[in-house]
């Protein structure tokens, strides 16, 4: 049952953008709507123990989905996306931003654009993300910031639940 | 003047050059060899992996070795261990939450 699935995560040859890749044992359309609606997008967005809770979602170019991910010291993180592209079950562009609860962007941390495309491949479905930073500097702070903003603690846990995913 | 180390692995020649190094300290000359460029080319690249504290030069009589800062690339494969990390997590997540629907599904 499970396979390993595709899974790929690369820094591009520009230093700017970061590729991920991952194969989803579920159609198109049921990977595009987990991708694409609020409440499914909180189920899964923010790594545990960080919850991603939204505020509001408009999904459509121009509308943005404003939510917080919350970790277990209470400490909340508020995000904007803006989306300024969508092709139905296909692909989707978004601008990714760091901003408080009203949605007002703070301009101190790096911004993304984000390229997310769905595949078919066979019976499940590939997605591919590439994000793109202004400057390897601005990459490297999000690099940085991944480790810093207390997910180690976190990920420390990960090993156990693959092991336990892999051996179910 | 201190670069930052992306800049030095955004570059394949350059990538090429530390996997080189891996192995053994090189000369430029030991190292041109390995590449269809110039020797100037190879000093540049090994400038930049210099400045960027990923590469050290170590004078040996009248020759220079280069050899790679093992600390400070292992910082690079650390940021990127972690957020790689992340991403498998939120993906491992949403496997369970796709399993659901089609339970429910179905």
């Known amino acids: ?168 | 003047m201190r670069r930052d180390p992306f800049q030095a692995i955004a570059d394949p020649t350059r990538r090429a050059i530390l996997v080189l190094l891996v192995a053994q300290s090189m000369t430029p000359n030991a190292l041109a060899e390995h590449f269809d460029t110039t020797r100037q080319a190879i000093s540049k690249h090994l400038r930049i992996l210099t400045e960027c504290e990923l590469v050290r030069p170590l004078p040996q009589g009248r020759e220079i070795h280069y050899s790679l800062q093992v600390k400070n690339m292992k910082q690079i494969d650390r940021w990127l261990e972690q957020f790689r990390r992340l991403w498998e997590q939120r993906f491992a997540q949403l496997d369970d939450v796709l399993n659901t629907i089609r339970r429910k599904k179905s």
């Not at chain 1, 400490?75 to 904007?80: E, P, Q, S, V, Y």
């Not at chain 1, 019976?123 to 207390?150: A, C, F, H, P, R």
Request: aromatic share 12%; glycine share 6%; with cysteine.
């Open chain 1, 1 to 168: 049952m499970s396979m390993p699935r595709h899974f790929v995560f690369t820094v591009g040859d520009d230093g700017k953008t970061l590729r991920v890749e991952r194969e989803f044992n579920a159609s198109r359309d049921l990977v595009w709507a987990a991708w694409t609606t609020a409440e499914l997008l909180d189920q899964w967005w923010a790594p545990k123990p960080y919850r991603s809770i939204t505020k509001s979602m408009d999904f459509r170019v121009g509308g943005t989905w404003l939510y917080y991910m919350q970790g277990p010291e209470g400490d909340i993180h508020w995000c904007l996306n803006n989306y300024t592209r969508i092709e139905v079950e296909s692909e989707f562009e978004s601008l990714d931003a760091f901003c408080n609860e009203e949605g007002v962007i703070n301009d101190k941390f790096p911004r993304a654009m984000w390229h997310a495309t769905f595949n078919d491949e066979g019976e499940n479905t590939m997605v591919t993300i590439v994000t793109t930073y202004d400057s390897k500097e601005d990459l490297e702070t999000v690099l940085k910031m991944g480790m810093k903003e207390g997910f180690t603690a976190a990920l420390e846990n990960l090993d156990e639940l693959l092991l336990s995913m892999i051996s179910a």
